[in-house]
Structures are given as C-alpha cells and as structure tokens.
C-alpha cells in the first residue's frame, strides 16, 4: 500500500512542520489582481513563476536539511507520461518551436503545483489554514461582485446575446471574467459547504454559511449558465459524499426558481431556444465547436500543433486566425489529437481517482469531509471546462492541480493532534 495511507511513517518532528510559503499559493487570485494594477504591472505574468522557483528552492532545502521522508503519489509515472506525449508532439507538430514551446509550457507548468502542494503540506493545522484563508479571498472577491450587481457596473455588450434584453449586468469581480469567476466560485461553494456540515461549533457554521450565501449569490450574479451547469454537478456530488440533504435542495431550487428568480430561468430557457442555436451556430460557442472540428478533422492523430489553435498561446501569436474554443478539451484536441487529449484526460482521471483514493484512506473525518468537499468542487470546474476555455487561466489551472495535491496529502496528516474544537 501506497505512503498515502501510512502517516505513522513520519517522524513526529516532520508531522509538525508548518509550510507558510503554501499560503501565498491560495492567495492566488488576490496576488494576480495586485500585481495587474498600475504600479506593479511589470510583475504582472512572471510573478507567479517566481513564486514558483522560490517554493521549489525552499521545498530542496527542507528536504536535505530536515531529511523529509519521500512520498509516493500515484501521480509521477502518468504526469512524466504526459509531459513525453506532450513534448513528442513538440518534435514532430510544430509549425512554429517557439509557439509550440509555450503551447506546451502552459499544458505542463501548472500540474506542478500538485506534487508542491501534495509534498511541502505537512500540518493537519495547515490543511484547515489553507482552505479558511482561500475562503476568506473568495468571500472578498465574492462581495466585490455583489456590489458590482448592486450598483448595475457597466458590461460589455459581447456577454449577452442581443435577445436577451432582461440581464442588465453580469459581475466580474477583481478576475475581468464573469466565467471564471463562476468557475472559482463553484470551488468556494463546495468548500464551503463542506466546512459547514464538518464543523461542530455554532459559530463556526454561522461564518461558513455565510461565506457560502455571499459566493452562491456571486455565482448567480455571474449569470454564467457553464457554471451553473457545473454548480449543479457539484452539488449532487456533495449531495451523494457528504450531506443527503443537498439533493432535496437541489430538487426545490429546481421547482422554484421560475417563481423565484425568473432571470435564471429566462437565461436557461432561452439556452434551449431556436433563436439562441441559431446565433450561437453564427458566431457564439457553437459556431466555434465546428470550426474547432473542422480543424481536428484535419490531423486527427496529433492536431494542428501546440499553441497554433483556440487559446491564450494562439491569440496572443495569431490574433488575426484564432479564437477561444470555449470547450478546453476540444481546445486541446484540436491541437494535439487524440494522442495528446488521451494523455491529458488519462493524467485528469489519474489524479482524481488518486483523490478518491486517498479520502477513502483519510481517517480523520474532518479531513475527509473537508477534502470531499475540494473534490466536488474541482470535478465542477473540469465540467465546466466543458464549455469555457477554464484551464486557460492560470489562476483557475494552479488552483486545480494545487488543491488536488492538497486532497492527495490528507491521509498524511491524521495523527497531528486536534487542539481546537472543530
């Protein structure tokens, strides 16, 4: 049996060892939106590689000087698989080494925040810290969108279709996307609520069910129909993990909300409309699935070549010929292939039956619960990568694979003492 299951393995001085570099991983979307304002712009795209560096050095140091014992996740024989398919693809699809490059480079940089998180987490008090202190920026960056909907902020006319005259404004928050606030808000909502129902002290769930009304009312407000879809899928996750009484929640939101909120209600009909397939087959998501198509039909087995199609690598080299293919995986497959898709999805399965894995090891039940809750929330934001471009955003990427690392480590955390009351 993998070192997932055995925590008694690590001496107790290694039990105990806090990682406060870790802190600033979860800080993420606060960091990012700091380093885009005007006097620290110029960090704005190298400073989360140099956090990246640092952590790795310190990671280096701490396992000579502290002799860490090693650990074995599951993950490094598909994750080394993944990187040789992506870099054969490299050698014999690239129309352009340099874009190809960096088309690679952002398939890959970002899986490395799993085996930080999965090795430098050695605290259970850690753990708990991390997932609080990632709630309390999404419960920020959640009332920032709350107020953006109060106040009617100002929208681009491009995030509505034309027909749909009843949504007024759509909030974005400190991210600049009402879809990939969507997305991080679907995690906190997960998050949350499982912190909620593991918690046992009054005050305790007051403050988590309140962070879970602020980002539930957010994501409503994102008026995102992906990370609705998504939430859903969650929910039922959560439902079928940890609380039954989820699923009754989700059958009355269900039956109440023509009644309740009709601007949902409108905005998910209207999804099922005609007129809505008509425009999005013109020039909206479905339109791009088949040029999307066109091109992987093309070069089936390998694709058109990393970074030559439907992300941020090609729109920034190709401005005038690509697009955002508003599916990641048909982002991915039209650039690498069945051959490169197989091995990103084989690596996504990996990793998260590694997580299952290691929470059917987890003992302690407040950790459990805790990482029960993540999972749903990353298996939410892979569906909805299903219909956005998700993974595009390396803030929502190094969250996923960050937090998969976290669920992976818990089984090493169980014999740190309890010393609060949960």
Known sequence: ????????????????????????????????????????AFMQGIWDELLFIIIIGIWLLRT?????????????????????????????????????????????????????????????????????????????????????YIQGVEMPAAWVDKAEQGVKTRVFSIIGSPNVLGSLMILAISVAYAMYYGSKHWLKQLIYAGVLLVCALCLLFTFSRGAWLAIILSALLLGLWVDKRVLIIILLMAVLTPSLMPAVYDRMAYMMSSDY??????????????????????????????????????????????????????????????????????????????????????????????????????VGILAHNCVENIFEVPMMASYFWFFLGLVVALPHLQSSPLNDME
């Open 64 to 148: 000579a000087v502290q002799q860490w014992a090693p650990r074995r996740s599951g993950m490094l024989l598909p994750f080394c698989l993944y990187i040789s398919i992506m870099l054969f693809l490299v050698l014999i699809n690239s129309p352009d080494d340099s874009v190809a490059l960096e088309g690679m480079r952002v398939m890959v940089q970002y899986v490395f925040w799993f085996f930080i998180a999965y090795h430098l987490l050695r605290s259970r008090q850690d753990a708990k810290g991390l997932v609080n202190v990632f709630l309390l920026l999404c419960l920020a960056i959640a009332l920032v969108g709350v107020m953006q």
């Open 277 to 378: 397939i008509a425009s999005s087959e013109r020039g909206g998501r479905l339109g791009r699935w088949e040029v999307a198509m066109n091109h992987w039909r093309g070069s089936p087995e390998f694709g058109v070549g990393l970074g030559q199609f439907g992300g941020a690598v090609a729109a920034r080299h190709y401005p005038e010929d690509s697009f955002y293919a508003d599916n990641w995986y048909l982002k991915v497959g039209t650039e690498t292939g069945w051959v490169g898709l197989t091995a990103t999805l084989l690596l996504l399965i990996t990793g998260l039956r590694r997580a299952r894995s290691a929470l059917d090891a987890t003992e302690d039940p407040y950790l459990k619960i805790m990482g029960l809750g993540i999972l749903a929330g990353l």
């Open 1 to 40: 049996m993998e070192a997932t299951t055995k925590a008694l393995d690590l001496p107790q001085n290694h039990r105990e060892t806090r990682s406060v570099e870790l802190y600033l991983v979860v800080l993420y979307a606060g960091l990012d939106w700091l380093f885009r304002q005007g006097g620290l």
